[in-house]
């Protein structure tokens, strides 16, 4: 089955400042890779999803990229806010895509 | 997502009873999960339904049961609770006809305590 590896597993930086969370998967055959948000007391939420076709994509302060060579694929957050506090997970599909193989975490702090 | 909810929210019990967790959903989705989560260890699959006829193993069934009564409830059991199962536990849906890359909606937890 898929193996997610992410890192790092906590990050703190200061509101402004741009945060990077990496993750690499095992199975060549993945082509969808979401990101959930976490945020206390609540349950992931997806925000913000790539399929293999493209390199990356961009929402409005969040961005993802992939590198299939390399099978590793990234979030990054620019222009941090308090907001953005949260626990991020990484997904890659598990056999049928509509099963998921979580990373273990990133806990962001956004600092003032 | 308040579509999606769980009860109960939080639920503490003793080593060796039995108990029931359970999740129902207004989305209309077809397909239903289970995780549990750890600190440090993200999120794993207990078990999951794509139709109310279908149940299908997780990472980690053992210790635990499901059913899925209707398309809208899907519920969570341990038989004879130990320690190592308080964790959080998360109910989430998909929706098949979006697929096959379909976003999942979670519910909002249930935190349990076995002591």
């Known amino acids: 089955g898929e193996n997610v590896e992410q890192h790092p597993s906590t990050l703190s930086v200061q509101e402004g400042d741009s945060a990077v969370i990496k993750c690499t998967y095992s199975?060549?055959?993945?082509?969808?890779f979401p990101w959930y948000k976490q945020e206390l007391g609540k349950g992931p939420q997806l925000i913000i999803d790539?399929?293999?076709?493209?390199g990356e994509k961009k929402d409005q302060r969040i961005a993802v990229t992939l590198n299939k060579t390399a099978k590793h694929f990234s979030l990054h957050i620019t222009e941090t806010q308090p907001e953005d506090s949260a626990v991020y997970f990484c997904?890659?599909?598990?056999?049928?895509?509509?099963?998921?193989?979580f990373g273990t975490g990133t806990r962001l702090q956004v600092t003032l | 997502d308040a579509d999606v909810t769980q009860t109960p929210r939080n639920r503490i019990t003793k080593t060796g009873k039995r108990i029931m967790l359970e999740c129902s959903q207004t989305?209309?989705?077809?397909?239903m999960y289970w995780y549990r989560q750890d600190p440090g260890l993200g999120l794993q699959l207990i078990y999951y339904?794509?139709?109310?006829?279908?149940?299908n193993k997780g990472e980690i069934s053992d210790g635990y049961s499901v059913s899925r009564q209707a398309q809208a409830k899907f519920s969570l059991s341990l038989e004879s609770a130990i320690p190592n199962q308080t964790a959080l536990y998360f109910c989430?849906?998909?929706?098949?006809?979006?697929?096959?890359?379909?976003?999942?909606?979670f519910g909002p937890g249930t935190r349990l305590l076995v002591l």
């Open positions: 339904s794509f139709d109310v006829k279908d149940i």
């Open positions: 199975d060549s055959a993945s082509n969808y």
């Open positions: 790539i399929r293999s076709n493209v």
């Open positions: 997904a890659a599909p598990s056999g049928t895509a509509s099963k998921l193989t």
């Open positions: 989305k209309g989705h077809d397909r």
């Open positions: 989430a849906t998909s929706d098949s006809r979006t697929g096959p890359q379909e976003t999942q909606y």
